[in-house]
Each structure stands twice: as structure tokens, then as C-alpha cells.
């Protein structure tokens, strides 16, 4: 699995690698304006295609009422996701965006200071080797929620890509579909729950779907499904996610702190993830137009006990 990129300013890069975080923030906030409806449009389609489903909106409607099939709470999610493209388990989407590229230049001028900055490269391989969904529970192991998420994939551009990677995931539903009417009483519940991850992975997958416009971006996409702001448990759902994500990923994931910020004329949901970056930050790529020397990066990641990270400035003669 290849090394991601995370291009920012000077002043970005010293606040990630002094507070060891990582900032996901709510995908919906990010600068492209189709970010999930474009999936939601591919992913209906494939649903369509598979006979899953008929209709749009509020008129979809599920063939053979196989959504009877999930416990009621997880009907209403699915009902809401599909019909109103809200995100799985209809709560926020928080994520961070990197790139495969090290040196793009298109990078440094979106998200690299106009070149001035760095790009961070990071082996987030732990994130891709678990199963999306996991439980979270109490500290004494009461499960609050069963179906948290986390995915980190790269995005699929365009139509067709997005129909193939659609059709795949529909059909995997499909089969848990006909799985879970053949199951005997006994296996049931075994088969539910594959059918509800088949589901909310599917719906998941609309946050890693964008454009061929932004296609030179080769984008990776780290993202965690955070709580429904709108129930009551929010704040102990919130809390339990912060401590289960360390206990998911104790090899990687140190912390985790929710928090809301401003920026410009709206307030941005954002998870800071702690990171292990002796084990995550594996190089450096300094900006075209950054003065910053290969010394300068290894005192700063020395500081933060980061000593084997490959540190290089760009090959660009962009000024």
C-alpha cells in the first residue's frame, strides 16, 4: 500500500507533528459542492440494476420489502439514507484527504501553501486492514452503538468507475439478501448483521466517489462515522467512539478528541486523531517555493521523536 500525502502550510505541519494529530472535518464542508450526491447517483443506479430497489425519494420503494429483514432502527437509517441521502448511520462524516502524489503541482497550489508548504507523507496501511464497522461500547463493555465506521480507500472518479465499484457492493448485498431468507432460525442473526454491513458500507462508499474533474488529485481518504448529533446519547456516543478508536488501532491511533471550529462563515465538526508518528510519518516532501531546509524538518521531527522519515525537497521549479 503506497504512502499518502497530506499537503498543508509550514505552520499546519508544525501543529501536526507537535500535537501528533491528525484534523478530519466534516466531509460535507469540503470544496467540492457534489461531494456524497454523486455517489448517492451511482449508488441508487446500481441498486436499480440489481433489483434492490425501485423509485427515488420519497417514492423508493424496496423490492420483496426486503428492508423488513434488518431490526427496525437500521430500516429507518437505510429508508433515510437512500431516499434522502443522508450519511450512514445518518450522522456525520469526518475525513481527512491525502494523495499518492508526493509532488504535484496542482497540490501545492490547492493545499500546499501555493508551494510554500509541505507534504506529509504517512503509512496509514492499519486503517485499510480492518473490517468498516465495529462496535462501540462502556467502560464496563455494555455496547452503546454496534455499527460505528472507519474507511480508508482511495477515490473512484467518474461515472463508470463509480458504477463498477456499485455494482460490485449491490450485489454483494444482494447475495445477503437471499442468504438471510434461506437461513435457518439459528443463523439468522449471523446473516442480519452481514446484510447491515454490506448495507452501510454500501452507503459509505458515496464518501469515496468524485468527479474525473478532480482526478488528478489521486486522492486517499481517511474517514470516521462520528454520532448522531440529533439523539439524546450523543454525548456518550461521542465519548465512547473517542475511547474505542485507540482500543481499534493500538498501533496507530494514540487519541481521539471531538471539537467544533470556525472557519470563514461556518462551524466545522472535527475529530482530532492521535497518530503514533514514529510508526505513521514515514517522510517529508518540502514545497517548490518553501525556504525551509532538510535540516530545518529533521530538528522539527526530532522534536517530536520521529527520526527515520525520508525528508526531500521538490523537484519543481515552481516560484
Known amino acids: 500500500m503506497p504512502l ?9 505541519a508544525c501543529a501536526i507533528i507537535s500535537n501528533a494529530s491528525l484534523r478530519l472535518c466534516d466531509i460535507t464542508k469540503s470544496n467540492d459542492s457534489a461531494e456524497i450526491t454523486y455517489g448517492y447517483a451511482a449508488a441508487l443506479d446500481s441498486l436499480k440494476r ?4 425501485s423509485g427515488s425519494g420519497p417514492t423508493l420503494e424496496f423490492a420483496d420489502h426486503w428492508i423488513e429483514l434488518l431490526r427496525p432502527e437500521y430500516q429507518t437509517l ?7 441521502h443522508l450519511l450512514p448511520p445518518n450522522r456525520l462524516c469526518y475525513a481527512v484527504c491525502l494523495s499518492e502524489r508526493a509532488d504535484q503541482l496542482s497540490q501545492w497550489r ?4 501555493d508551494g510554500r508548504g509541505v507534504a506529509l507523507g504517512f503509512d496509514l496501511s492499519t486503517f485499510a486492514q480492518r473490517e468498516p464497522s465495529f462496535t462501540v461500547c462502556r467502560d464496563d463493555g455494555h455496547p452503546l452503538e454496534t455499527h460505528m465506521m ?4 482511495p477515490i473512484v472518479y467518474g461515472r463508470e468507475r463509480s458504477t463498477e465499484c456499485f455494482d460490485e457492493l449491490a450485489a454483494r448485498m444482494a447475495r445477503n439478501v437471499h442468504d438471510l431468507r434461506a437461513a435457518s432460525a439459528r443463523t439468522q442473526d449471523a446473516v442480519r448483521a452481514r446484510l447491515l454491513d454490506a448495507t452501510l458500507e454500501f452507503i459509505a462508499a458515496t464518501a469515496f466517489c468524485k468527479k474525473r474533474f478532480f482526478r488528478e488529485e489521486r486522492e486517499w481518504r481517511l474517514a470516521i462515522w462520528g454520532p448522531n448529533a440529533n439523539t439524546a446519547d450523543f454525548e456518550t456516543l461521542q465519548e465512547g467512539l473517542a475511547h474505542a478508536l485507540p482500543r481499534r488501532f493500538p498501533d496507530t491511533v494514540t487519541h481521539a478528541r471531538f471539537t467544533v471550529l470556525p472557519r470563514t462563515d461556518r462551524l466545522v465538526p472535527t475529530i482530532d486523531l492521535g497518530l503514533d508518528l514514529g510508526r505513521t510519518l514515514r517522510a517529508v516532501m518540502i514545497g517548490p517555493r518553501c525556504t525551509a531546509s532538510e535540516q530545518d524538518i529533521r530538528m522539527l521531527l526530532a522534536s517530536a521523536g520521529v527520526g527515520v522519515a525520508d525528508v526531500a525537497h521538490s523537484r519543481g521549479t515552481y516560484r
Open 50 to 53: 440489481i433489483g434492490l430497489i
Open 150 to 153: 472507519t474507511l480508508y480507500r
Open 110 to 113: 490547492a493545499y500546499g501553501d
Open 4 to 12: 499518502t500525502y497530506h499537503y498543508c502550510s509550514l505552520e499546519t
Open 78 to 84: 437505510l429508508r433515510e439514507a437512500l431516499s434522502r
